[in-house]
């Protein structure tokens, strides 16, 4: 179970790296800040969560292999995505297991920490889309994290259902598997048919709208 | 007094979530971007300030009431600004409440850690305002607490006068009283009558618009 | 040798928060956004470095000297750039020499600290370069740092250099003095000859200019 964990981390990070480095593609960065802008969306959100923790120091400069793999992630990107075409949806499905993985190894992480759920629940989350969010401040992008489609509530779903399964005693890597997948397919369900959460409209906006 | 200082401290947190909830609004964001962007803006200063001092954890996670007090403010603000219009001037004095308790809370928890005037007053004005700084640059809006109004400066003024009479070694409890009154008195004349310090201007823009 | 690595950060230090000074101003802010500005630009780099590495509290916590440097760097950049018309070119050849110490200062460091040269390398490029990615992302410009120019590339020279001669056994001074002028005479000849890495340019795009 841990070994799947482990492997699956290193794709999360190799996939967010790939969205980081995509994001640095279409800013027009050169090779440099392809890698700066990939580690950072793959490092954020975990390096987010270890420095609230107060773990010390923060996860990639313990085991540097996670380095590796979002450098190489990165300048991979860089060398393939000249020459071929990137399918925009593929990539969008592929960055959704990242939030899955990233989002089920923060709550463990975090619940193995400090025992508590409704903060590993908020560090699951913060781990899944902490990245991302860094990814588009440094790239100037709208916050699309925060908007209308379903990305961060699908971390939180597949958080508070972890919590809910470990609350109930079931085996961990049953639980584990549950709420990577539900997270994964809420994720991806909302990408398909384009779901979305009602959005917050201020009501002077929409008067200025109706003018 | 302690524990007037605590009640200031919920209702800072629950008014600046509601800032950063509005802020979602403007962005049209979701339910879920609401929060987060309520979190981050109450959070904000006093993680920066713990991170920066080494407290580990972080406030809100050993005191798991906070984050309970801002997803509410958060919550309550989409519920209720879907339905009435916020006046606008009403909310800057509201936040102004906050930005004068954080200040306060901010420079008496870092003299207790460090013994340190300068470092306190830093950490006062950090703790105060960091929060709608990293709110303004996640919701892509100008950063207007750096530019005219007199915001960050109300905060520097009450912090500097919290160390000036500290060193007096007047009472603690009247100490604090009168320096959250001038941070807010000056935030609020700031409002009130449009003052401003003047702003910085670089030559060459002055000539670019003088042509 | 220390004597004058500690003399040129201090020198760093007062550089960089001339640059975020400036900064500040072409953004208009006022005198306090202007010290707010030149100190982040000053320390972000370096405690970015301190909190992913768990070095607690802060180096300008520790040394309180770096917050008056910074401090007075800025409110002198705010009084004489009103007078005096900053020439921009010469700036940037200053700004070089920032960069270039914070790169050594942050490997030396960090080397010290985790025995591993390519954390030292990354810590490197951190604290020479993310103090000027946080002003950018304060002050709204496009983030250039991460552009065409040489930048931190040439951080990223610098500090695998350095981790060679280290490597070799090279007195540490000639070391270190060699990894400087290096970065140093990179970064410059960039600016000189306007040099650039190949700019990474997703195909998409290229077609979408094409039509």
Redesign the interface.
């Known amino acids: 179970m841990d070994h799947l964990i482990h492997i699956l981390d290193l794709v999360g990070t190799g996939v967010f790296a790939l969205t980081g ?2 994001a ?11 890698v ?2 990939g580690c950072v969306t793959a490092f954020g959100g975990g ?1 987010l969560r270890d ?8 996860f990639w ?1 313990s085991n ?1 292999c996670y ?1 590796w793999v979002a450098t190489l992630a990165a300048i991979g990107t ?1 060398l393939l ?6 399918p925009a949806i593929g990539l969008m499905y592929i960055d959704a297991i990242g939030l899955a993985v990233f989002t089920i190894i923060g709550f463990q992480f975090t619940i193995n920490q ?1 025992q ?1 759920y ?2 590993a629940i ?1 560090m699951g989350v913060t781990t899944g ?1 902490f990245g991302g ?1 860094i990814r588009d ?4 992008e ?2 699309l ?4 489609e ?1 990305y ?2 699908a971390s ?1 779903c597949g958080a508070a259902l972890l919590a809910l399964l470990f609350n109930l005693q079931l085996p961990r890597s049953l639980s584990v598997s549950v709420a990577l997948l539900t997270t994964l397919i809420i994720r991806i369900a909302a990408l398909r048919w384009n779901l ?10 929409r ?1 200025e709208t109706r003018n």
């Open positions: 480095a995509l640095a593609g279409r800013k027009r960065m050169d090779i440099f800040g392809v700066v802008l390096t420095l609230i923790l107060g773990i010390r120091p923060v400069i540097t380095l860089y995505a000249r020459r071929y075409r990137p400090t508590n409704s903060i908020v889309v969010i401040v440094l790239s100037a709208v916050l994290i925060l908007r209308r379903i961060a509530s939180l979305a959460l009602p959005i917050f409209q201020l009501k002077s906006n008067e």
